[in-house]
């Protein structure tokens, strides 16, 4: 269930990354259709909330490559242990 959370926020992410990209680019050539009265600032805010959501999955993807690349212990066996030494006074 987890991995499957993992990759549905992600591809949301991205997706939601685009949309407001394309609106920032229709906003930014002056589309008289929109409804918004100023629409660089529009289209300035549009390319600055992509941004942001473009930084998230790369968090996310260097988190996931981190947490892969650590050494798993699976057994007792594979845990290293500590001797203790006994003092002989």
Do not use: T
């Amino acid at each position: 269930m987890g991995q499957f959370c993992k990759v549905y926020c992600l591809l949301i992410n991205l997706v939601g990354a685009c949309y407001l990209f394309g609106f920032g680019l229709v906003l930014s050539s002056g589309y008289e259709y929109s409804k918004i009265d100023d629409k660089e600032s529009g289209a300035l805010n549009c390319f600055i909330a992509s941004g942001i959501y473009c930084v998230y999955p790369v968090i996310f993807i260097i988190l996931y490559i981190r947490y892969r690349c650590r050494p798993k212990y699976n057994s007792p066996e594979d845990i290293p242990l500590i001797e203790m030494k006994k003092d002989s006074s």
